[in-house]
């Protein structure tokens, strides 16, 4: 079955600057790759997601980029800012299973 | 919508007493999810309904685990008995298709 993995698990980065977040999956029929985030207490949010026949899609501060090729794909936040502090979980689907979720990456915006 | 509802918040109970969590889909969605998070092990799939149907529950972790769905805007996690080691946040998650779910605001559940 697919398998995800998720780099780094722990990320801290100044206000302003970027954050990349990259993910690894295995199956190749993987076709749909959404991104969720997670503040402290709350449920899991999606907030931007991306389809195999898509490189990159961008929504404001936030980009994700897929490989297929190398079966790999990363969330980009640029000009970070205090309330992006939060965990981020990658997921891959292939269409006939449900989502794999990454095991998280918990980013800290300091100011 | 009013999103994904489920009930209780937070819940307390004693090792060996009978846990009841319950969940409200978004109306129109055929997939409902059951997650457990925890620090260690991260978002697990516990099971998943198709049209009210189980479709998988190789995530349930054992047998003191019981997932229902008797009609498509209801369904329940039961764990019996309860020990402390359940003890983590539970996510219910329905979709349209399989894809993006979205997540109620989970039960947290302590076993003390």
């Known amino acids: 079955g697919e398998n995800v993995e998720q780099h780094p698990s722990t990320l801290s980065v100044q206000e302003g600057d970027s954050a990349v977040i990259k993910c690894t999956y295995s199956d190749s029929a993987s076709n749909y790759f959404p991104w969720y985030k997670q503040e402290l207490g709350k449920r899991p949010q999606l907030i931007i997601d991306i389809r195999s026949n898509v490189g990159e899609k961008k929504d404001q501060r936030i980009a994700v980029t897929l490989n297929k090729t190398a079966k790999h794909f990363s969330l980009h936040i640029t000009e970070t800012q205090p309330e992006d502090s939060a965990v981020y979980f990658c997921?891959?689907?292939?269409?006939?299973?449900?989502?794999?979720f990454g095991k998280g990456t918990r980013l800290s915006v300091i100011a | 919508d009013a999103g994904v509802i489920q009930s209780p918040r937070h819940e307390v109970t004693e090792m060996g007493q009978e846990v009841t969590l319950r969940c409200k889909p978004i109306?129109?969605?055929?997939?409902l999810f059951w997650y457990r998070q925890t620090m260690m092990r991260g978002l697990e799939l516990l099971i998943y309904?198709?049209?009210?149907?189980?479709?998988?529950d190789s995530g349930m972790p054992e047998d003191r685990f019981s997932a229902k769905m008797p009609n498509a805007s209801f369904s329940t996690l039961k764990i019996q008995p309860s020990e402390p080691r359940d003890s983590a946040v539970y996510f219910c998650a329905s979709s349209y298709g399989q894809i993006s779910p979205r997540f109620g605001s989970g039960t947290r559940l302590t076993v003390v």
């Open positions: 997921a891959a689907d292939s269409g006939n299973t449900p989502l794999v």
């Open positions: 109306s129109g969605h055929d997939y």
């Open positions: 309904f198709n049209n009210n149907v189980p479709i998988d």
